[in-house]
């Protein structure tokens, strides 16, 4: 397996029947020419496992490291880790095959001189990511923006009570 043109691939014609494994380092390099908006850095071990037959070959890939995210509550950047594994089924064949809609199945042609790892690479770190990207502990975050967010939200709770319901209140304390 190769790294050209900041491309990670597989080059399939070259690749003798069997079993291969390979350590890949994902980067600020592939960060920017894959365009990952949200992301500013990367420090992931790729893992890849690939066992080539005939006409049937699998893929393991395992992600481990460290990405730059901002911080939904604060927007400083942090280093937030993520872990992630993927099997996936590459089969040589036509796209019109049965099994193009599965899940983990990847055809390709009977023509492909290699398989492009960065695409599975871009999906696996983005499907990683929580949707709500914090600092694990709190105290990390800049403690000038949560005191202000603190405060703002007192003042919108107190702003936001409205006299007509004051009697509504009192009515289940019976």
Same mark, same amino acid.
């Given at each position: 397996?190769?790294? #050209?043109? @900041?491309?990670?691939?597989?080059?399939?014609?070259?690749?003798?029947?069997? %079993?291969?494994? /390979? %350590?890949?380092?994902?980067?600020?390099?592939?960060?920017?020419?894959?365009?990952?908006?949200?992301?500013?850095?990367?420090? %992931?071990?790729? *893992?890849?496992?690939?066992?080539?037959?005939?006409?049937?070959?699998? =893929? &393991?890939?395992? =992600?481990?490291? #460290?990405?730059? %995210? &901002?911080? @939904?509550?604060?927007?400083?950047?942090?280093? =937030?880790?993520?872990?992630?594994?993927?099997?996936?089924?590459?089969?040589?064949?036509?796209?019109?095959?049965?099994?193009? @809609?599965?899940?983990?199945?990847?055809?390709?042609?009977?023509?492909? *001189? /290699?398989?492009?790892?960065?695409?599975?690479?871009?999906?696996?770190?983005?499907?990683?990511?929580?949707?709500?990207?914090?600092?694990?502990? /709190?105290?990390?975050?800049?403690?000038?923006?949560? &005191?202000?967010?603190?405060?703002?939200?007192?003042?919108?709770?107190?702003?936001? *009570?409205?006299?007509?319901?004051?009697?509504?209140?009192?009515?289940?304390?019976?």
């Amino acid at each position: 397996m190769s790294r #050209t043109k @900041d491309i990670y691939t597989v080059p399939l014609q070259s690749l003798k029947e069997g %079993v291969f494994d /390979e %350590v890949l380092e994902i980067g600020k390099e592939f960060i920017d020419a894959q365009k990952m908006d949200g992301v500013f850095d990367a420090n %992931v071990r790729a *893992t890849v496992h690939f066992v080539k037959q005939k006409n049937l070959h699998t =893929l &393991a890939v395992q =992600l481990k490291g #460290t990405v730059s %995210v &901002a911080c @939904d509550r604060c927007l400083d950047v942090f280093a =937030l880790p993520i872990e992630m594994s993927q099997d996936l089924i590459v089969k040589v064949g036509e796209k019109d095959d049965e099994l193009a @809609d599965a899940e983990n199945v990847m055809i390709i042609a009977p023509d492909e *001189t /290699e398989i492009s790892l960065s695409p599975i690479f871009y999906e696996m770190i983005m499907l990683s990511i929580p949707l709500k990207k914090v600092h694990p502990n /709190e105290k990390d975050c800049n403690s000038d923006v949560v &005191a202000y967010l603190s405060q703002s939200e007192k003042k919108t709770k107190q702003e936001t *009570t409205d006299p007509r319901w004051d009697s509504l209140k009192n009515m289940f304390k019976n």
